[in-house]
Each structure stands twice: as C-alpha cells, then as structure tokens.
C-alpha cells in the first residue's frame, strides 16, 4: 500500500452558520478546484447514455434533424414562411442548433440537484458542478449535430465565410444565460418540484416565441430592442443565422439587449444559489 | 500540534413534520395564512449547542442512539450540510467515508467508477492513476476491472467505493458506520487501514454503533444522546455510560425488562411459569450494574401449578446484538431439583463475573427433566451493564488467569485480581 505522506502546510478552514455564502472569487476557485468532477460527471452522462442505447450518438442528431423535417413541411411547404432567401431547412436548422442545445442542457440542468440527491447527500463539492455537467453533457450533442449542419451547407452548397466567427461570441452569450437558467432552475426544483412539470411546457412556447421557425424580420424594428430584452436567445439565434447564412455581423443593438438581460440572469441566479445551496442536502 | 477540529456551539435544527420537498402551493398556503406561519417555526433540533474539539492526529469516536445527531455531526464537518448555529474550524482537508456507494454507476466498468468516485473524493486523476493498482488489490476487483458495475456482488461495489476512500491522503477522516459493510476478512483490512491513516497522523471521527471498533479505534469519545452531549472521556469510560443509559430506557419500560421476549411459545406455561428474575450482588442487594469480578446472583421466582418432577434451569448471558455470551442449565451441571409445586425460588451464584464491560441480557428456561421442551422460555428478562475501572486488553471475556516470569535467579508470581 502506498504510503501516506501529510501535508506539511495545513488550510484552515472555518464554516460559520451566520455566514454569508461565499462570494464569486472563492466560489469560482471551488469550482476550478472540482474541475475534474465537473469533467467526470459529463463523461459519466455520455457513457451512460450511449452504452444503454442502440442507436448511441445517433441521438444526438435526430432530434434536431426531424425538428427540422417537421418545420421545412409545417412551417416551409405549408405556411411558407418567409425564410430570409436560404432554403428553409437551412434556415430552421440553423435556428434548431443552438436552440436545442439550449433546450435540452437546460431542461437537463433543472433535474440536476434533485437527481444528484445520493451525492448531495453524501459527498461535499460545489453544487454548481451539477447543472454545469449537464450543459457539458450536451456540448458534446451540440458538437455532433453541428457537424450535421455542416453537411446540410454543403448539399445546399452555401459557403461559410470569415464572419462565421461571430458564431463564438454568441456561444458564449448563449452559455452565460444558459448557465443562469441552470443554476436558477435547478435550485428551484430542488425546493418546487413543481419546476418540473413547468419546465417542458415553458420550453414548448420559448420555442414559439423564439425565431426558430420564423425570421426575426418578421417583429417590426422598434420592437425588437425590447423583445431581445426579454428573450436573449432570440438575438443569439438571429445573430447566428446572420454569421453563418449570410456572412453578416449580428446585429450588435440586440447582442447587448440579450448581453444585459443575462448578466442580470446570473447575478439574480448566481446569488440565489449559493444562498440556497448550502440547504440542498437537508431538503433534497 | 493545536486542535485539527473544533466545533464551538453547533447546532443543526431540521423543520418537523413536514414533507421532504415543499410544492410551490404548500408554500402559498404557508405564506397566505398566519397559524402556518407559527407551525412553520416549529423545528427539530437535531444537534444543540454542540462543543468539542479534537487535537490533530487524534481519533475521537461518537457514539449514541440511533437518531441522536452524530451523522449530522459529521455532516456539518463535512460541509455537506450547513449548521444553523454556531461555528466550526477545520485545519486540513477533510474527507469523508460517509456511507459509501454514492456516485458509482451501474452501468460504468468498475474501472470508470474508480476514477468517478476518486473524483467525488476530490483525488486528482493523476492520483488514482498512480494508486490504481494499490486500490484494486485492497479491492480485491482483479479480473473486474472491465466488467459494468451492474454485474458486481454488492460486496464488490461496496468494496470498490471504500477502496478508493481509503486511498484518500487528506489530514482529517470522517467515517460514518461504513464498517458494518462487507465481509470479515474486508472489515478487518478496513480497520487495519484506519489504524494505519491514525498512526501515520491522520486525525480521525468514527461514528459507529460498533462499540467495540470506536474502543479500539478512539481513545477518547462523546456520547451523543438527542443531539446533545451526555458523557465524554475516555472511550471506556463513555461506553459503559451508554450502557448505563440503554439500561435506563429499558427500566421505563419495566414490562420488557422483566418479562421479556417469550422464546418458545408454549402452553406448557400454564403448569409452571417464570414469576420473576432478580440480579443481585453478594450482599443480595438487588443491582443493575456490576463491577468486573464481583460475584452475581441470578434470582429466579417461579411458580408450578401442579407437583413438577426434577425441572430443569437454564440461564444465560448475551450481549445487546444477541451473541450469546455463555450460559449454564442443571442438566449438564447435574444438579437435580427434587419436584416443584406452588411457588420456588432458584438461584445461581457467579462468583467475580468474567464478562467485559457491556450491557448484557439474561435469558431463562425453565425445562422438563430432559430439557426438550420448555415450560417457559424467555430471552432478556433482565438487563445488567457490566462496568470495569481497568480495560480488558482484548475481547469481551475475562478469563481467570495468573501471570508468572522468571529471570534465572527468582520467579516472580502475580496472581491476577479477578
């Protein structure tokens, strides 16, 4: 057996019960120190996942795919939705992307402290680690049915061009709000399961309410500050058609509309829960 | 070296009597009407006003009765759950073998797993990769390795999870009761590997129902008793206030302390039947508790309804978790009682009793001449603790015993006290 060597330099650690949470520096730092667990937690759901299914990675793309089937026929043959002058699969699928990454890791992440009950109860880490493994979960999806896309391009021979790189900073917005939903809602949950039954409902008319099937052009121009305002992933996914089908920067007006209201999102969902984290294992 | 641990007036309160997880409408309810709001404060204090410390590389055990606080105890040191009052200061990193099992999934090859739950433990990767093999072999999962954890015995996947906890290398070892898992030969190299992380500095809180491992682990150990401290010292010394304290809670229910549990049901308990059984010392003073080799004398009253032709007695001795102990009947010792009718009176003497410090139960029979079937048969008509001043060095039994050592010149002769 190995030998066990001590630490010569000893932290010192002190819980108060009256103590506020911890703030975001030593928060951020606790997380960086479980990094690998956030890491193992998501290779756990992938395993997992594809192991028990026959059709594995294959998931990942048919969601998306027969979303978009079902739009091209509804919405593109039938309702003929204007579909800014790109064959409406692209335009959907475009759409569908981020949104079902957006969809699926945040309805993922809303379960993610309550069904982490056995380890919450168990083992001490950040709880953040739980919601963010299920977003890290479905990067990989996100990874896979990108790749779809790019195949979807090439039948419809649509060049990509330098501005696709717009596509990262809009990521990264999607993922700072998706983070703040995660962290909001699975703390919800872990308080009101009634979260739960909500969420996929929600999630229905987000879809709706988002330009998924429909181009933004559609909401008339002084409304559209306001709406970008009150749902961010509609500027994430204009911004996206944008620098992917048209080689266009997005527009930056609504970048910073949905920019606000997820900076706003994460402070509101980053304090209320590590105010509440702290409960999870007397409640869960 | 200073305290590695000090816990100064912790206090945890849970919320009684209402579900565990709350819907948005009960809580509506709650905010909307005010007698809501007076039940709402009603708490369960599941650990009051708790304050100890407990110096680095020391082992403090905690023991008590089932809901007494002590995993939440441990909880809270844990940073698992937070205390609603008070303060704790942990010098080192802290882990955890609080029930094992968590975080380990069934359909992921135990390899996966180990590197999953060294993860939950906050090992690096790099860390179990390097004491990967050491973990296996404690494991005792070769040839496993690449198996899903599905088809594991749940002693392998108990055995995998305290495996790679006992591999922690942290300054502080909390372990809640995972001793009463696995098989003999694992318990044993579990213990062995506990005493080892003591010995080699690493501070140590045992909570166990395990008596006997919290003595030979700890040294020192606090009795927890609804949530709050009741004896601490010396881990004898507490152990035997515990028992003392069991034997408290079977004296308020004198029903199960005298009568027992029946343990043949018979209706031959009409012709003759036990009316009573006293414990006395010497002086036949009836006592609850005795001393390590004092004498004690079993006093049994029964009553037969007709003339019983040479009855036979048996009486023995087993400890709280019913291992019994030793025992003695008149058939093997030869001693014949003539015939009983109306009522009698039977005694055993046992000089310097040479049971161990504990709480034991004494069980009767009363039997026909060839002892194969009882009149009546009861198991625990009586509790006694038995209470030593100085430890036995191993096991449950003082035997009587005299030393002798000789060095060439004189022989020296001790005879023991007992």
């Known amino acids: 057996m190995d030998t066990h060597v001590l630490r010569q330099h000893t932290r010192e650690s002190v819980i108060r019960a009256a103590d506020a949470p911890p703030g975001l520096r030593s928060g951020l730092r606790e997380l960086a120190a479980h990094r690998e667990l956030l890491v193992n937690l998501a290779l756990r759901e992938i395993r997992v996942r594809y192991k028990q299914s026959v059709l594995g990675v294959a998931w990942a793309l048919i969601q998306p795919v027969v979303m978009m089937l079902v739009f091209s026929i509804v919405f593109g043959r039938f309702a003929r939705l204007p579909s800014e002058g790109i064959p409406y699969p692209v335009f959907s699928y475009a759409a569908l992307l981020p949104w079902t990454f957006f969809a699926s890791s945040v309805s993922a992440a809303m379960g993610s402290v309550a069904g982490g009950a056995s380890l919450i109860k168990k083992i001490y880490f950040p709880r953040e680690v739980l919601p963010l493994a299920s977003i890290l979960t479905y990067t990989v999806d996100f990874a896979i049915s990108a790749a779809v896309f790019g195949l979807l391009l090439a039948y419809y021979r649509i060049g990509l061009t330098v501005q696709v790189l717009y596509v990262v900073p809009l990521l990264a917005l999607q993922v700072a709000f998706m983070v703040a939903l995660s962290l909001l809602l699975s703390a919800c949950n872990a308080y009101y399961r009634d979260v739960r039954y909500a969420l996929p409902m929600a999630m229905q008319v987000w879809l709706y309410a988002t330009p998924v099937a429909w181009s933004m052009s559609m909401v008339p121009e002084r409304y559209r500050v306001p709406y970008a305002f009150a749902n961010p992933m509609a500027a994430v996914i204009d911004g996206f058609r944008a620098a992917v089908l048209h080689g266009a920067p997005p527009d930056w007006t609504l970048v910073a509309a949905a920019g606000g209201t997820t900076v706003l999102t994460l402070i509101v969902a980053y304090r209320y829960f590590t105010y509440v984290e702290r409960n999870f294992a007397d409640i869960v | ?401 005299a030393w002798a050592a000789k060095d060439g010149s004189e022989s020296v002769t001790i005879q023991s006290s007992v």
């Open chain 2, 1 to 401: 070296m200073g305290d590695a641990l000090i816990l100064d007036g912790v206090s945890k309160a849970f919320r009684r009597g209402t579900a565990r997880y709350r819907s948005l409408r009960d809580d509506l309810i709650v905010v909307l009407s005010p007698w809501s709001w007076m039940r709402r404060r009603e708490v369960f204090w599941a650990v009051r006003d708790l304050t100890f410390e407990v110096p680095a590389g020391g082992a403090l055990g905690i023991i008590g009765p089932n809901g007494s606080g002590k995993s939440t105890v441990l909880k809270m040191i844990a940073r698992i759950s937070h205390p609603t009052t008070g303060t704790i200061r942990i010098r080192g990193r802290v882990g955890a073998l609080i029930e094992v099992g968590a975080g380990v999934h069934p359909e992921l090859t135990g390899r996966e797993n180990i590197f999953m739950y060294g993860s939950l433990m906050g090992l690096p990767g790099r860390e179990i990769a390097r004491k990967f093999d050491s973990i296996v072999d404690f494991a005792g999962l070769d040839g496993f390795l690449d198996t899903p954890l599905k088809h594991y015995s749940s002693g392998m996947q108990v055995r995998l999870g305290f495996s790679v906890a006992a591999h922690m290398t942290t300054e502080i070892l909390l372990v809640d009761e995972v001793l009463a898992v696995g098989d003999a030969a694992f318990q044993t190299k579990c213990l062995r590997r506990m005493r080892e992380l003591r010995d080699e500095g690493v501070t140590v809180v045992l909570v166990s129902h395990q008596l006997a491992h919290v003595q030979r682990m700890c040294p020192e150990s606090i009795l927890l008793v609804r949530g709050r401290v009741e004896a601490r010292g010396p881990t004898p010394e507490v152990i035997s206030r515990y028992y003392q304290l069991l034997d408290t809670v079977a004296e308020q229910r004198p029903e199960a302390a005298i009568l027992g549990r029946v343990a043949v049901a018979t209706h031959r308990r009409d012709e003759m039947r036990i009316l009573s059984v006293r414990l006395a010392d010497a002086a036949g003073i009836e006592r609850p508790q005795f001393e390590l080799g004092e004498d004690l004398r079993v006093i049994i009253e029964c009553e037969a309804a007709r003339l019983i032709h040479r009855p036979q007695v048996s009486i023995s001795f087993n400890s709280s978790d019913w291992t019994v102990y030793t025992g003695a009947d008149t058939k093997n010792d030869g001693f014949a009682i003539p015939g009983i009718e109306g009522r009698a009176t039977i005694e055993l003497s046992v000089p310097r009793l040479g049971l161990g410090p504990g709480l034991y139960e004494v069980n009767v029979g009363l039997w026909d001449e060839e002892m194969l079937s009882p009149y009546d048969w009861r198991w625990g008509v009586r509790r006694f603790v038995v209470n030593s001043s100085r430890n036995l060095f191993a096991g449950r039994f003082m035997l009587p015993h």
